[in-house]
C-alpha cells in the first residue's frame, strides 16, 4: 500500500495561485480526498467520498498515465501551438498548427466557456475542479517531465482547460470537420492564400471521409429472450483513435451510496462514456444523422460582405482572431484573421465545393454547439439503475453529441436509441428549402429565407433541435445491434422508418459489419458471452464469403493470364484477418479497393426489400467486370513485389503498433470488408501497415444475482507514456485475444494479484 502525505504549504499555495486566475475556479472543499486502486494492468478503480474527490482522484491517476497527452490536447483547444510549437507543424489531425490554433481560439472563446461553465450542475463543477486539483498535484510531485512532452507548453489545468476540451468533443461531429474552410474563408477578389492551403483541404477531406471509420462502432444487445441464460447481455466494441484526444482511458468510479460506475472515458473527461454499474450496462456507436447544416446565403449585389434575408441586407458579423506565432528566431509575433459569420453561422469556404463569390457564400450552423449538456447526461447515465432510467435522462437531458445508445440491464431488456443531437428540419422544411441536386451527404438549405430556419419546438432541450419524442427508440427482449448506419435496421423484425433524412435514412445499403453481425443474430439458438466475443475476435471478413467464389473461378478460368502467386495466397487464405492469416488477405483488400469502383460490379445489386443479403457477389459474366477482377489481380502482385512482402508473409507480420521501440502485431482489418474487429492502420516501413485507429475499449457484461459480469481490455492500454510498465500490456493480451475479467466489486478489486493502494489528500 502507497500512502501519499498532503502537500506541503507551499506547493499548496503555488497551485492555488495558479487556479486563481481562472474565473472559474471556486474555493477548494475543506476535505478532498480520494482512494486509487490499481489492479492488473494498472486499472484504477477511484473511490472517493463526493464529487469533488472522485475528480480529484481521477484527475491524479490521469496525470500518471497520460499526463503529456492532455497537456498536448490542452495545448490544441487553447490555440497555442502556433506560440510553442511553431505554425507550420502539423498536430495530430493533420492540420497545420496555426489553422488550428485560429480555429479553436474562435470556438472557445471566454463568452462561450464562461456561459458552458454556468449551465452545468454543482456536481459536475465539483468533477471538473476535482480533475484539475488532481491533475496539477501529480503535475507538481514529479521531477522532470517524460520526454515526449518535456517543453514549456506544459503547465498546471484550470477548470477552463477540460470546459475547452469538452467543447471540441461536441463538435467533432459538425464544424470541427471545416476548421480550414472556416480559418480560411476569405471575401471575393482576396484569395491568394488558398494556394497554399490546398494540401490541407485535401486532407481535411479525406480526414472527413475517415471520420466514421475512426471514430466507428459495432454494438449488441442481447434481451432476456435471446439469452442462453435469460440474462441480457451487451457487446461494447468501439472503434476510436490510439493515439489524441479521442484515447479512451479505462477506471471504476465510486462514490459509496450514490455511485459506482466501471467503463471508459474520453480524455479530460471525469465520469464514464461506455460502460456499466450494478444494474446497467451501454456503449455508443457513431451516428449517420446530421449534427449540422449549411445555409446557402445570397449576397448583396454591391457588396459579397453582406447577405439578403428576407429581402433585407445584412453585414456579415467579422470576429477577429489573433494567436502569437513563434518566430525562426524564437521571439513571438502576433498574427490575426478574421472570421466571418452570418446569423446561421461562421462561413466556411471550400474551394471547388463551398465557394464565396460575389454571388454567394455558405454558413455553417452546428447543432452541437449549443449542447451545454452533455456532461450531465453522461453522469445521469452512469447512475442509472435500469434501462428505463437511462432512456428517461436521456429523453430528458438531451446531451449524446453524435452517437446512439445501446444499452442492457438485469431486468433482460435491450434498448437501442439514435437521440443524438439533430437540428429539426422535417420532410417538408427539407423539400422547401433544400436544392435536391445537392442530395443529402450534405444539408444544405436557402440562407435568404427566415422561414428555412431550423424549427423550434418548446418539448424539447435545445432552441432548433428535434425533440427526444420524435427520434428513433427501440426496445426489445431479443436484440437490438448497430454497426454506423442509419436506424433502419437495428432489428428487421422491427424496422425504424418514416423519419426526416436529418435523422435517419431507410431503404440505404448497409454496410459490411450490419450485414455480419444480422448474419450471426439471425442464426436459430440462444447466445452467450462467447458468441459475442467471437463476433470479434473469429475476424472473420465478410465480404470474402460474398465474392470469393467468383474470385477463384476467375483464376481458375484464366490459368494461363492471371498472377499464379496470387490466386494460389487467395486459393490459400482462411478468409480471416488473424495474425496467421496469410498474403490472401493483403491481395483481397488491394482487390476490392480497385473493384468497389467498377461499375455494374455486383451480380445482384441492392434490393431494400433484402438488405441483409444485398448486393452480393461478382458480375464476372459481364466482361468489362471480368477484365477489372484480372486487372485488379495483376496490380496486386504488382503491389506487394514493390512492398517486398514474400508469399509466406503473416498478416500479424504486415499490422501492428509500436511504442517504446517494441512492436505489437494487430489482429482485425478494414471495416469496409466486413471485418468487426475493424483496424484502422496507415502504410509503414518495408510494406508493414501502424494500427491508428480502431478496436479500443472492448467490454462484454452480462448479470447474475451478484450484478454484473463483465469482461473486456483496452486494445492499446492505459498509459501512452513509452516509458510506461502499462504502455503496452493490455496490448500483448489483445493480441493474443485474451479477455479479462473486470473486477468489480470491492471484494474482487482487493482480491486482484497486482492490487495497489493510493490515498491522495487535499
Known sequence: MIIFRPLS???VAGLCVGLSVCALAQTPAKDVSADIRRTTFGVPHIQAADERGLGYGIGYAYAQDNLCLLANEVVTVNGERSKYFGPDALTLEERDNLSSDIFFKWLNTPQS????????????????EGYVAGYNRQLSERHGLPAQCDNASVRPLTSRDLVKLTRRLLVEGGVGQFAQALVGATPPRATAQWAQHSKGFAVAEQR?????????SNAVAIGSERSKTGRAMLLANPHFPWVGGMRFYEMQLTIPGKLDVMGAALPGLPLINIGFNQHVAWTHTVDTSKHFTLYRLALDPHDPTRYLLDGNSYALQEHTVSVEVKQADGSLKPQSRVIYSSVFGPIVQWPGKLDWDDNVAFSLRDANLGNDRVLQQWYAMNQADSVDALQASVNKIQGIPWVNTLAVDDKGQALYMNLSVVPYVDQAKLAACSDPRVGLEMIVLDGSRSACAWTVDASAAQHGIYPASQLPQLRRKDYVQHSNDSAWMANPLAPLSGFSPLISQEGQPLGPRARFALQRLSQPGALGVSDLQGMVMDNRVYLAGQVMPDLLEVCEGEREAAPAAVCASLKAWDQQANLDSGMGLVHFQHLMAQLFEVPDVWRVSFNPADPQHTPRGLNIDHPAVRQAVHDALKASAAQVAQAGLSTDTTWGEIQGVNSGGQRTPIHGGPAVLGVYNAMQSVP??????????GTSYLQTVTFDEQGPQAQGMLAFSISSDPASKHARDQT??????????????????KADPNYELTHIRQ
Open 208 to 216: 472527413m471521409q475517415r471520420f466514421a471509420l475512426e471514430r466507428g
Open 684 to 693: 509503414g516501413e518495408g510494406g508493414q501497415q501502424e494500427v491508428v485507429s
Open 113 to 128: 466557456v464562461d456561459a458552458f461553465w454556468q449551465a452545468q450542475t454543482p456536481q459536475v463543477r465539483d468533477l471538473i
Open 732 to 749: 500483448r493480451a489483445f493480441s493474443k485475444k485474451q479477455w479479462q475479467t473486470l473486477p468489480f466489486t470491492e471484494a474482487q478489486i
Open 9 to 11: 504549504k507551499a506547493c
